[in-house]
């Protein structure tokens, strides 16, 4: 990264009225008319959206992980949640790119509430992502926070920028996993995690 990269200030947050002009600007820009009585309302509409899709940025994962369990009961394998329907934006497009996915852990003595797993996952697919980075973030916030014995996560997705436009491969899936821990020392630690999430 150069220098004047790492120097550079994020500029100031637009205010919600600029972020509405901003919609009314595209909406004259694709050739209709911002005033029709269909597309008064459409900015303010978009722009609360947009509010839902980009929720993450307001979350503290350490929230999500702070409370965990110990009393499990001498529970020592890995525990999976799988199938977790994610949505999420890239941030090439703000296109959707929708799918799910499967997260797994080794407790080290300590355990989460299932739903976390869950939240974690809609907590960073709700920012503007490469499914690549959303992958390696949730992982590292169960490494950092929970310190388990290794982490394994996996997210299966279509990407609508590859779908409605571009090349328009409808079927699509982009498959990413990052592995941590026991799962990326033991290669049949990931054989047993992939056939579970399969199975
Ligand atoms: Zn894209």
Request: with cysteine; glycine share 6%; aromatic share 8%.
């Amino acid at each position: 990264m150069t220098a004047s990269k790492k120097n550079r200030k994020k500029p100031a947050r637009a205010s919600r009225a600029e972020a509405e002009e901003a919609i009314r600007t595209l909406i004259s820009w694709i050739g209709e008319d911002p005033d029709r009585e269909g597309l008064v309302e459409t900015p303010r509409r978009v722009v609360r959206s947009f509010e839902e899709y980009f929720a993450g940025y307001a979350i503290d994962p350490a929230d999500i992980l702070s409370r965990t369990f110990t009393d499990v009961g001498g529970y020592t394998d890995p525990v999976l949640l799988k199938d977790i329907e994610m949505e999420s934006r890239c941030e090439h497009h703000m296109a959707p790119f929708i799918g799910h996915a499967h997260v797994a852990y080794i407790p080290n003595g300590r355990v989460l509430g299932l739903s976390k797993l869950a939240r974690l996952v809609d907590m960073y697919s709700r920012r503007m992502q490469t499914q690549e980075r959303l992958t390696r973030e949730i992982a590292g916030a169960l490494e950092k926070h929970l310190k388990p014995k290794g982490v394994a996560v996996m997210i299966e997705a279509e990407h609508f920028c590859m779908k409605v436009r571009g090349v328009r491969k409808d079927h699509a899936q982009t498959v990413t996993t990052h592995f941590s821990g026991a799962y990326r020392k033991d290669a049949e630690m990931r054989t047993a995690f992939f056939a579970q999430v399969k199975g």
